[in-house]
């Protein structure tokens, strides 16, 4: 780490640069501290050399252009709940965290939009909009923690994605901190309404960091809807279980969210929250639709009797706003409840079209039975979006080994069905030797040549999303 | 006691963050539950120690223990146990800290000591060198020496077990036999609750036991003193745990869920503990012993001049015990009292103990955050039922410059019955106190 850092020229004058941007108490580079940024939720663990926690978004735009003078590499990160590893400091360098900068500056209603900065907490966001009646529709499982400014960088999807779509359908405008400290309005916020520009939005959602970073992001705020049906259905397989939200999709009916969980999910959900689910079936099918009432209930209908000619063995139907509130709290904790089966965890989040979600289901489950590991499966059905969970104990070795084996696997087979290798936790550092399956060549020299032009020195988030012969200087850099 | 095995189930997913009063503060990853498990994960793993890094149990320190993580957390990890035995590992390294020793070793468990010192509290408060501290020069001079200051009660009452015989018998025949638990900070700050709780129990028949007991141990558990914690417990548990009481009573939430856990806290495989064991269902906090065991009584309440109550869940009391309904069933039950529930009434006040006197900065954070909620909530009456709460919240309210009284549910209800011997204490108005210090700073 030494080498690296002297590598960078950095030194107890670079500290007191940064103090004197960020404010004392606000740069750490005390062992310890360096020790609680270093990792996100992923397995990944890389420290930083120090840590700036700026107040304003002024001072994130201050550390940015130091950072690129000194050519130290800078990682930017919200509330660290990423889970591809692309919120760690790789190669070093200056960690950024932005949770300080947690302030909604407005929200209009008569717009329908939001300004918030990019440390504000989803959840936090959501709670300011329900009593206006309004809501913001991407809705990630770490909504509790997430920062919108890390939504937005990873374009995050969420449980209402299939019909209200995932965050870059709900981003009208962005303030960038470009690689040089400058900062850039995109969208409705430079004009204050939409005109005809070519989508330059649109290349920052999912960049992780990589091109800019987000200092305010303009939000697209849509309605409460007044009512909802939420229902579970238990299936003894999860092919069954996919078929039926094939069917649904196919049947033309849009609902708020269909989940699929799987029998260790269920198991561990149900020690955690005690809601009476099926312990010990394979497959359990959340189903949300939202809307006007009358209609809602001969969806619901139609959707039953899909289900049971699907082959599921019972549905259920929340009964009132609690039971509702509990069977999604079940879906948002899942990923940790999992702590309770094996300590960790390679989330999955490949995406197929909806057609082939029975059989790639059923394929995740060859896999993990060829490589005799345990993998919990859950999925955003109904996009076709699977976040298989990838179970291993740290201290075993060959485990470890034997979950990275079937985690190719599982990219193989969703790229072979003609699917992507993630659908919203992003490449980060765990996909990054994927690209290359995923993308021509002639796709990846575009995106390096994107990469290229706004981040040339390639200090903004060094070694993610794209392999190193596409990095900027071959991957060498920072310079 | 939780060892790798409750660590490692933590996978930092960070949903902690969004209930971890130190992290709402600070919004700094070195105050959250999931930092905290991650560097005893470390510690354990041994590539830190407590001896050669000193920093490190500043962090462990940190911690309220108020335990919101374990229930925001989806893997239920216990980060308040974690703590505790990740202090215990300082404190056997390293021993305690000057503060701890002083408190904990030379006061706590001697009941009389801190009764002398509640009578210098009384001395300096009734004869008015209070105001001179709260004067314009003085005030501005020393702000932390005000900080500290501001965790005396008003009106601060005598020590409840001066004058309180071991045995309070009611005027009829006995219905219940009780032993009451008298906690160290109830019994020196708080004796006007005790004493007009027990007229309101003897009303209502019971006949009561106040064994001499000592300080519960739950101090020294927290800072990670296990040692001290078996012995006081063992002093203890030999005094209250005896077959003749159908219940053992105590007003204090930290004392009961301290005495709910005393076959661990003596030894769970001893002899002691298995004794123990078998009467541990008889430990009942005060709330829950009225609305359960006497039966809330409404005929013969009176409206006590109150207008609005709010209540704030003490830590021990709502995650500790799982008590919610028992107080608010008490307050609802008042006549001419209404109800009304304050924003993040179960969020840790950050009294924690003595971490308001440890941690002032923090502590002062969230205090002020707790106040303006209840003053928001609009009541002219805070009801709480842990005495350490009570203190934090009348500093965080009298730093914030409102006057709210603070009562304990059952001791609201022994004035609604009249059977109070205390004097009321009467409605105060945001700003009466700056209204009064203005005043004494008018004076030449």
């Known amino acids: 780490m030494n080498d690296q850092r002297e590598n960078g020229g950095f030194n107890q ?49 201050e550390v940015v252009s130091l950072c690129r003078r ?52 989803n959840l ?16 990630p499982a770490s909504q509790k923690a997430s920062t919108l400014g890390g939504n937005v960088a990873e374009n995050a999807g969420g449980i209402k994605g299939v019909k209200y779509g995932i965050t870059k359908h709900h981003v009208l405008g962005l303030e960038l901190i470009l690689d040089d400290g400058s900062m850039v309005k995109t969208g409705k916020l430079k004009r204050g309404l939409e005109f005809n520009e070519p989508d330059l939005t649109g290349i ?38 996919g078929q039926a939200v094939s069917a649904i999709i196919a049947d033309g009916i849009i609902p708020t969210a269909l989940e699929i969980i799987d029998r260790t999910l269920i ?13 010990g079936a394979e497959a359990m099918l959340l189903i949300e639709l939202d809307g006007l009432g009358p209609e809602l209930n001969a969806q619901l209908a139609r959707i039953k009797d899909i289900c049971f000619k699907a082959g599921a063995v019972g549905i259920e139907e929340a009964e009132n706003e609690e039971d509702r509130e509990k069977l999604w709290l079940a879906r948002r904790s899942g990923n940790g409840a999992l702590g309770r089966v094996k300590p960790a965890t390679i989330v999955q989040d490949v995406t197929v079209p909806i057609v082939h979600l029975p059989k790639m289901l059923s394929l995740v489950l060859d896999i993990a039975e060829r490589h005799r590991i345990v993998i919990a499966q859950m999925a955003h059905a109904g996009d076709g979006n699977l976040h298989p969970h990838i179970l291993f104990d740290p201290s075993d070795g060959q485990e470890y080994v034997r979950c990275l ?18 659908g919203e936790h992003g490449i980060g550092l765990e996909k990054v030797a994927f690209m290359s399956d995923e993308f021509t060549e002639a796709e990846l020299d575009f995106m390096a040549s994107i990469k290229a032009s706004l981040d040339p020195t390639g200090i903004l988030n060094p070694d993610k999303v794209l392999p190193k012969k596409w990095q900027p200087h071959g991957g060498k850099g920072p310079f | 006691m939780p060892g790798y095995e409750e660590i490692i189930r933590c996978n930092r997913c960070g949903f902690c963050q969004s209930v971890c009063p130190t992290y709402l503060h600070s919004h700094d990853e070195v105050q959250v539950a999931r930092g905290r498990i991650h560097l005893t994960r470390l510690l354990l793993e041994g590539k830190y120690d407590f001896t050669k890094d000193p920093e490190l149990a500043e962090k462990v320190d940190d911690c309220l223990l108020c335990g919101s993580c374990t229930v925001a957390c989806p893997s239920s990890v216990k980060t308040d146990e974690i703590m505790v035995a990740a202090r215990n590992d300082f404190v056997t390294n390293r021993g305690l800290k000057l503060f701890q020793k002083l408190v904990y070793g030379g006061l706590l468990p001697r009941k009389e000591r801190l009764e002398r010192v509640t009578s210098l509290m009384r001395l300096y408060e009734k004869s008015g060198a209070r105001n001179v501290l709260y004067g314009k020069v003085l005030r501005r001079a020393f702000d932390r020496l005000v900080y500290y200051e501001s965790f005396l009660p008003d009106n601060l009452s005598k020590p409840a077990r001066l004058g309180l015989g071991p045995i309070v018998r009611p005027s009829s025949a006995p219905k219940i036999k009780i032993a009451f638990f008298l906690g160290c900070a109830s019994n020196a700050f708080w004796g006007r609750t005790v004493r007009d709780s027990l007229s309101y129990l003897i009303s209502r028949g019971a006949l009561i036991h106040i064994p001499p007991t000592t300080c519960c141990g739950e101090p020294h558990r927290s800072s990670g003193d296990l040692t001290e914690t078996k012995k006081l417990a063992l002093k203890n548990s030999e005094l209250i745990f005896k077959e003749e009481y159908e219940a053992i009573v105590t007003d204090c939430s930290t004392c009961a869920k301290a005495l709910s856990r005393y076959d ?79 924003e993040g009434a179960d969020s840790c ?35 709480t039922s842990c005495p350490a709460c009570a203190l934090q919240l009348g500093a965080g309210l009298k730093r914030a410059w409102k006057t709210v009284p603070i009562l304990h549910p059952v001791e609201l209800l022994a004035h609604s019955a009249g059977v109070a011997e205390s004097v009321p204490p009467t409605i105060g108005h945001a700003g009466d106190r700056q209204a009064k210090v203005d005043k004494r700073e008018r004076r030449p």
């Open chain 1, 124 to 139: 936090d966001l959501q709670n300011a909009l329900a009593p206006v009646g309004y809501m913001f529709p991407p809705d």
């Open chain 1, 267 to 279: 198991a561990a959900l149900e020690d955690y929250l005690h809601l009476g689910f099926p312990v």
């Open chain 1, 405 to 422: 084996k079937a985690s190719a696997d599982i990219f193989a087979a969703a790229l072979k069905v003609g699917g992507t290798i993630t």
């Open chain 1, 70 to 121: 000194h050519g130290w590499p800078l990682t930017c990160r919200g509330a660290g709940t990423n889970l591809s590893g692309g919120a760690v400091a790789h190669r070093g360098g200056v960690l950024m965290s932005t949770t300080r900068l947690n302030r909604i500056v407005d929200i209009d209603l008569l717009e329908e939009t939001a300004l918030v900065e990019c440390g504000v907490v």
């Open chain 1, 204 to 241: 920052f959602l999912a960049s992780e960091g990589t091109l800019a970073l987000v200092g305010r992001a303009l939000l697209k705020i849509t309605p409460l809807p007044t009512s909802y049906r939420t229902m579970s259905a238990i299936f003894d397989s999860l092919f069954k279980s």
């Open chain 2, 349 to 383: 006040c950050g009294g924690a103990g003595s971490y308001g006197f440890t941690h002032p900065t923090m502590s002062g954070r969230i205090a002020a955050d707790k106040a303006a909620k209840i003053a928001k909530s609009g009541a002219d009456v805070l009801s």
């Open chain 1, 13 to 61: 004058r670079s500290l007191k640069a940064l103090t004197d941007i960020v404010g004392r108490g606000y740069c750490r580079s005390h062992p310890i501290d360096l020790e609680l940024y270093s990792y996100d939720s992923s397995p990944f663990i890389h420290y930083p050399w120090a840590v700036v926690i700026p107040g304003t978004v002024d001072e994130m735009a």
């Open chain 2, 264 to 342: 661990e806290f003596v030894g769970p495989d001893s002899k002691e503990g298995e004794r123990v064991r078998a009467l541990l269902g008889r430990v009942v906090d005060l709330n829950t012993f009225v609305v359960e065991r006497l039966g809330l009584r409404t005929e013969d309440l009176k409206p006590t001049g109150f207008g609005t109550v709010t209540y704030h869940d003490s830590c021990h009391a709502i995650r500790g015990l799982g008590i919610r309904e028992a107080p608010r069933a008490i307050l609802s039950a008042i006549p001419g009292l209404a109800f009304r529930e304050m």
